[in-house]
């Protein structure tokens, strides 16, 4: 199914990018403020929600009807919050390196609800 490796691809691609960027963060290097990393994380993002959308309807699977597409929704949008504090609205280094780090968490529990189709996979 091309959707699953288009948006497995996207996955891996938009994690690499925002690990690097809160590196970037982390040590204030200027490549934070190049032209790409402000353009292509949000194509990548736009790919990764569209290939989301395709593979839920090709699988009779929806968030607020089925539990662990719920969960993964709702740690999405903590995702984008914890990333947006993380290398955006943070004030300072130290709350911006906990939402990256949070963020991060965030990220292995949305993957380990898509392998195991099951919300409550850490406990």
Known sequence: MIAKDIHVSCVIITFILFFIRGVWMIIDSDLLQRKWTRRVPPVIDTTLLAS?????????????????LT??????FLYIGLGMLALTYGKTKAIR?????????CFV???????????LVLS
Not at 109 to 119: E, L, W
């Open 52 to 68: 989301a959308i395709v593979l839920s309807v090709t699988i009779y699977q929806y968030p607020f009807v089925h539990a662990w």
């Open 71 to 76: 969960a993964k929704v709702v740690a999405l």
């Open 97 to 105: 390196i906990s939402a990256w780090v949070a963020a991060q968490f």
């Open 109 to 119: 529990y949305i993957v380990a609800v898509a392998i195991t189709k099951n919300p």
